[in-house]
């Protein structure tokens, strides 16, 4: 059966259409509708029932999201898209629809897809940290996806960021979540840019950051460097917690280079073990992998 996977994101629906060998048939984006629930609601039912039409064979449906299934009420919890919060999405499209739905959280599916057949195939233990806009995580076994009893397996974005201190890591931050000092306050995207005009006293994107510290700005350099450092750390507690084959890195960051060389003996450094045999990888497909593991996921409905 060919397989559909959507990637909801807080600003575009992607759509894709897979063969079962993974030859993609069709693909699409969309604005999100986002004002209110029913409005989200009837626009991805739409898209679905329009791909309907123009196919002739069946599809399975996954989908992918910021935010999960709460697997005690069946509501969509911890969004970024809120009018999906304490909504019963997962039912409501099932009904509107008449065949099964699999939804995940978008990390979840991230690395079930590098699991599968992605950077960490090889791998028995996967574990998919997207550094966007955020940061996510996503956890395979078996390449299986592992949600966790509450669902929320692999959140290590909104851990606390391991061996803060302020004189190293700048003064405290108050995460969105209510939290102090979560690991997304620090490694993703907005958290470079957050921490760099903190410490550095100057407001920049990530990326600008990234263009001066390939340059020798010394402000840029350091605090780059920081940053692989609070990297590392994250990812030692990753492997003394799961000990994971692989780490496959996603999201806008994991496309810097930069990044990636040493960084594997930095992480082992901090990680309670005499040997570090733990990879560190790119994502093999990009800014493609969520949307493939919401597509696999959906394959897998009873």
Known sequence: MNRLGLDIGGTKIEVVLFSEQGEVLEKQRSATQKATYAAFLADLSQLILGLRQRQSAPFSIGLCLPGSVSPITGLIKNSNILVLNGRPLQRDLMAQLQQPVAI??????????EAVDGAGHDHEIVFGVTLGTGCGGGLSIGKRMITGNNGNAA?????????????????????????????????????LSQRFAVQQGESLTAAAIIERMRRGDPAAVAQFALYRDQLARTLASVVNHLDPGAIVLGGGLSNVPEIYPGLEALTGRYTFTDTFTTRILPAHHGDSSCVRGAAWLGARCP
């Open 104 to 113: 995940a959280n978008d990390g979840n599916c991230f690395a079930l897809s």
């Open 155 to 191: 959140e290590c974005g909104h851990n606390p960021l391991p061996g803060y201190t302020p004189e190293r890591d700048g003064p405290p931050v108050t995460c969105y979540c209510g939290q102090q000092n979560c690991v997304e306050s620090f490694v993703s995207g907005t958290g």
